[in-house]
């Protein structure tokens, strides 16, 4: 994963005043499970594009398209060039029956499939879809909304607890790491060197860090002891979510929504509008 | 607490006041740590992928449940920013690692003692890890090659067998092996540098 995905993580919560951003965290956490579920459902390259589209209209709206672009770069367009490449080309993927376009090299026919070439574009779409919305989700929910919305949905505390100092944690570790390889390569470490000597590298980095970070266990636990984190009372929250008008114009949308695909696929199937292309099972 | 060991290395040492919550605190710390690995092999520029050396490390130094738990975490807070919900699936192969690290270390394999009880624990590993690998390939990614380091492996396989799952699996099992040994390696290098007032592993029975 580049450095670039990292601090979009690292950066976390995107403060803006937009519609989205407005929105109570359980409406969009709940958007993100449904369009996720969804577009796992239909094998319908017409179904997940529209759905993209809606969330990348969100993402537009919530000023967060520039971190969505980024990590749809890093992480879908990779799958989507390997996947045409290999299903939807000349490998042999057993769905593969129509050709689209074909190159003749050394003797050789190189073609491209419209079977392979479609599996592939829905499976990346679906991921960009997930990915999109999970990001609309997170980069725009302030972090102590998240916890509130996660003990308001009677998780466990302690899994709140834990969810939210692990996003703290990790700027703090990025940035301790950052420091312990400036002194590292001040010590002669060199990142330039051979495979195996990169590997020994991993060693004098992470153990400092480990050591460090274990070293700060002792006094989170001190800190949160003292701020009555084990005692037996029932927890109270800073902020307390509540759900607006926007929130309940969303859910029902989304229940709308869902009423429609399931009439869709009790009517057309899991392939709707696709003309000429069946279900393929995962794998082909 | 025991460990083994005699001058160097964790010793015994009696287990500390708020061990629950030291546990509970360790968890968030495995998680990330198993994220800022990538940050680590980001700048080496290692072909591999390392992000369950810490699960490995938290079993070994705390517990199962604490790995479990932090590898877990790790792949929740990815499924929720960055990988898209699907991939929470991960999760479930941070808790089987944890299980047979674990397990291995019960054993006495896990040990920086035993350098070839230790690679053959992290090909145990590996080999093993194919299984739930695949099953998640196949339910997320629809078996797609994800992985440029293996993409030639996928083709070449798919090439001659005309089959995604035994291109998927042969291209898994090239990945997780050298990956799992490693950070096998890793883990049980870091843990015997702890010092043993950071061990929080439970007592072996």
Do not use: C
């Amino acid at each position: 994963m580049s450095s670039t995905a990292f601090g979009i993580l690292k950066s976390g919560y995107v403060a803006r005043d937009t519609f989205v951003h407005r929105l109570d965290g359980r409406t969009k956490f709940l958007f993100f499970l449904w369009i996720s579920i969804f577009n796992y459902l239909f094998y319908d390259l017409y179904v997940t594009i529209a759905s993209f589209a809606v969330v990348m209209f969100l993402a537009f709206v919530a000023h967060i398209q520039k971190f969505v672009i980024t990590i749809l770069v890093i992480i879908v367009l990779p799958i989507v060039l390997l996947g045409i490449g290999i299903i939807g080309g000349p490998f042999g993927f057993a769905q593969n029956r129509t050709t689209i376009a074909a190159v003749q090299l050394f003797g050789f026919t190189i073609g491209l499939y419209l079977e392979g070439t479609i599996y592939v574009s829905v499976w990346t779409s679906r991921l960009a879809v997930t990915i999109t919305a999970a990001l609309l989700a997170y980069l725009t929910t302030h972090p102590s909304d998240l916890a509130a919305i996660m003990l308001k949905s009677k998780l466990p505390y302690k899994f709140a607890y834990a969810f939210l100092a692990t996003i703290q944690l990790i700027p703090i570790l990025t940035n301790e790491i950052t420091t312990i390889y400036q002194a590292q390569v001040s010590r002669g470490l060199n990142v330039q060197a051979n495979l195996i000597d990169r590997f020994k590298s991993i060693i004098v980095l992470l153990i400092p860090l480990t050591l460090g970070a274990i070293n700060q266990t002792q006094i989170r636990a001190i800190a949160l002891e003292s701020r009555g984190f084990s005692a037996p009372v029932k927890k109270v929250m800073l902020r307390d979510p509540k759900l607006k008008l926007s929130d309940y114009v969303v859910m029902t949308m989304i229940v709308v929504m869902t009423g429609v695909f399931i009439y869709l696929i009790w009517t057309r199937g899991l392939v709707p509008f696709m003309v000429g292309i069946k279900y393929v099972r995962p794998g082909g | 607490m025991t460990t083994e060991g005699k001058d160097t290395g964790p010793k015994t040492v009696e287990r500390p006041a708020g061990f629950a919550i030291l546990q509970i605190v360790l968890i968030p710390v495995i998680a990330a740590l198993n994220y800022v690995t990538g940050v680590i092999i980001n700048i080496l520029k290692l072909p591999l992928f390392m992000d369950t050396w810490a699960t490995m490390f938290g079993t070994i130094v705390a517990g199962i449940w604490v790995g479990a738990a932090g590898g877990f975490l790790y792949n929740i807070i990815m499924a929720f920013t960055l990988w898209g919900l699907p991939a929470w699936v991960w999760g479930f192969i941070n808790i089987f690692i944890a299980l047979i690290t674990w397990v291995l270390w019960r054993v006495g394999w896990v040990t920086v003692k035993s350098p070839l009880k230790l690679v053959l624990a992290g090909i145990i590993i590996g080999v093993l890890n194919v299984i739930p690998v695949t099953i998640i390939n196949w339910g997320v990614f629809g078996l797609l090659p994800t992985y440029a380091g293996t993409a030639w492996i996928y083709a070449a396989v798919l090439a001659s067998t005309g089959s995604a799952w035994t291109a998927s699996i042969i291209s898994s099992i090239i990945a997780e092996i050298p990956d799992k040994v490693i950070s096998l390696i890793l883990a049980a290098i870091v843990a015997s540098r702890m010092p043993a007032r950071f061990t929080l592993r439970p007592p072996k029975v």
